[in-house]
């Protein structure tokens, strides 16, 4: 089993649709986790950290379940400029420095 | 506020011949490091991360080598370069916090192995 899995899409959504996002890991020690985007060709930015009671950034909520160890990325009213690959981060088991990526998941909003 | 700078951002090389990338990071002191490679349409892939000068972990084998000769600059170097080598080259920091902080990435650098 892979340390951080994400199912790699494309998730194709019209303008003004939800998605969804799920990214699963292994390791029940992990301490922290993220959520970035990557546009083609460019590197990775930090979207959101994700936190135990759940967090939300205007049209973007992030959760966390540590029971079935996943997190969750939901995009509300999805724009245009939404399209990009997202890529869930797993930090931290065991005290670790060492980040695990997962292999994200490409998102195209068409018009 | 803290800024991260790589360069170059294209770099196109003959196969045989030496590499090295320069990441440096201002505005913060004593920063975890990293070296990401990713190839086209693949993920990020570890290369190599420092937690202080002078201290480099390497994740996988291969033929490159990473230096952290002062606190806020990160080199990655290669005495011969492959052609396997080609990709996008990333160089990250994030706080030294044990892990639970989020990294900041360069604009990276894109490597083409001819």
């Known amino acids: 089993r892979k340390e951080v899995e994400q199912d790699p899409g494309p998730f194709n959504v019209p303008e003004g649709a939800t998605v969804a996002f799920n990214c699963t890991y292994s390791?029940?020690?992990?301490?922290?986790f993220f959520w970035y985007r990557q546009d083609c060709r460019k590197e990775p930015k930090l979207l959101m950290s994700v936190y135990s009671s759940g967090n939300e950034d205007g049209r973007f909520t992030a959760q966390l379940n540590r029971a079935s160890q996943y997190i969750s990325l939901l995009i509300r009213d999805s724009k245009l400029s939404d399209s990009a690959t997202y890529l869930c981060v797993v930090n931290g088991a065991g005290g670790s420095y060492i980040p695990t990526f997962g292999r994200g998941t490409s998102l195209i909003v068409h018009p | 506020s803290q800024t991260i700078h790589q360069w170059p951002a294209t770099l196109v090389q003959p196969v045989g011949s030496p590499l090295s990338l320069e990441c440096t990071v201002e505005g913060t002191s004593n920063p975890n490091l990293y070296w990401y490679r990713q190839a086209a349409g693949r993920g990020l892939q570890l290369l190599f991360y420092s937690v202080g000068i002078g201290q480099i972990s390497s994740e996988v084998p291969q033929n490159l080598s990473a230096s952290r000769p002062q606190d806020r600059q990160f080199i990655l170097s290669s005495k011969k370069l492959l052609l396997s080598d080609s990709g996008f080259y990333l160089c990250?920091?994030?706080?030294?916090?044990?892990?639970?902080?989020?990294?900041?990435f360069g604009d990276g650098t894109r490597l083409s192995i001819l």
């Open positions: 990250a920091w994030s706080q030294a916090s044990g892990g639970n902080q989020p990294q900041h």
């Open positions: 390791n029940s020690a992990s301490q922290s």
